[in-house]
């Protein structure tokens, strides 16, 4: 399993980035997908998910109507638009998935993180 992100950068207050998620390894349109910012000193925080269809989407209510998340299963990706950014939005964001696995005669959940992205919001 990989997944792979980029699309971040330095952008001023107001600005737009539109981050990517390349995944592999693994059914991508089986399963649901989300985004995890992580700013120095803090936890990784759920910020938007995405069903396994992309027909429902969740976001934290301090993006809701910032940043819009889509998928698109033919090339096994991930995005995250996101406008409006502000300086609290800085961190570094985390893809995620986590794969139902056939373990022990049974079923375990294994989590998979991306290396990270860095997004940067100053003037």
């Known amino acids: 399993v990989q997944l792979v992100e980029s699309g971040g950068g330095l952008v001023q207050p107001g600005g737009s980035l539109r981050l990517s998620c390349a995944a592999s390894?693994?059914?991508?349109?089986?399963?649901?997908m989300s985004w995890y910012p992580q700013a120095p000193g803090k936890d990784r925080e759920l910020v938007a998910a995405i069903s396994s269809s992309g027909a429902n989407t969740n976001y934290l209510g301090s993006v809701k109507g910032r940043f819009t998340i889509s998928r698109d299963n033919a090339k096994n990706t991930v995005n995250l638009q996101m406008n409006s950014l502000k300086p609290e939005d800085t961190a570094v964001y985390y893809c995620y998935v986590r794969l139902k696995v056939r373990r022990g005669g049974g079923y375990a959940f294994d989590d998979y993180w991306g290396q990270g992205t860095q997004v940067t919001v100053s003037s």
């Open positions: 390894g693994f059914t991508f349109s089986g399963y649901g």
